[in-house]
């Protein structure tokens, strides 16, 4: 595609409840990050993709948190047992040689 | 400390007045430095690299002190629809690595 498609765009998810976020990076890009923006902060690295090989997941704040790229493309981050705290945009970026960064529209997760 | 620190403003100014924006980074080899732009409710954009020989593109200023770990941005005869986060962004890790952000600075241009 000619951007960076992140669906939902908003998700209100009860406590305790399962998300699952769906990035569709653009055709072709070898690197895809997650990136975490809790209101009036920056965003935070969560975990980053080189095709369909997680190579850094350092940033993710539980095991509650799991990404994965299976096929080297489209890529979900899935949520476990959602706390408040939870509550951010969370964004997608992909690249194609490492420099040129594309992000998403993000979606919006609120916990209630 | 955390990695990327800038003031978080907000700076209001007035149209065409000239702003400075700076930041400092904790990694004295990140290897690769940006300005992203991010509107209200949008996604963050690039602006411009950072250069350690400086590097201009129209009425925006970039300039990277290593020495210093220190990172600037001038924005000239400012404009309404510059009013936005500016964030500071830096690459620890060379070319496939991730982006560390600052929290951001956010501007305000008022008629």
């Known amino acids: 595609g000619a951007g960076v498609s992140q669906s939902p765009r908003y998700k209100v998810a009860k406590r305790g409840q399962d998300v699952a976020l769906r990035c569709d990076p653009i055709s072709g890009h070898v690197s895809l990050f997650w990136y975490q923006q809790a209101l009036g902060q920056g965003p935070e690295f969560l975990t980053y993709?080189?095709?369909?090989?997680?190579?850094?997941k350092s940033g993710l704040p539980s095991d509650r948190f799991f990404a994965e790229r299976p096929e080297g493309s489209v890529s979900t981050l899935k949520i476990q047992r959602t706390q408040q705290e939870d509550s951010a945009v969370y964004l997608c970026?992909?690249?194609?040689?490492?420099?040129?960064?594309?992000f998403g529209s993000g979606t919006r997760l609120t916990v209630v | 400390r955390k990695e990327v620190e800038q003031d978080p403003g907000p700076f209001n100014v007035p149209e065409g007045a000239t702003v400075a924006f700076n930041c400092t980074y904790s990694?004295?080899?990140?290897?690769?430095f940006f300005w992203y732009r991010q509107d209200c409710r949008k996604e963050p954009k690039l602006l411009m690299s950072v250069y350690s020989s400086g590097n201009e593109d129209g009425r925006f200023t970039a300039q990277l002190n290593r020495a210093s770990q220190y990172i600037s941005l001038l924005i000239r005869d400012s404009k309404l629809s510059d009013s936005a986060t500016y964030l500071c962004v830096v690459n620890p890790g060379g070319s496939q690595g991730n982006l560390i952000f600052g929290k951001g600075t956010k501007l305000s241009v008022k008629p």
């Open positions: 970026a992909s690249s194609l040689s490492g420099y040129g960064y594309t």
């Open positions: 993709f080189q095709n369909e090989a997680q190579l850094d």
């Open positions: 990694n004295s080899a990140s290897q690769s």
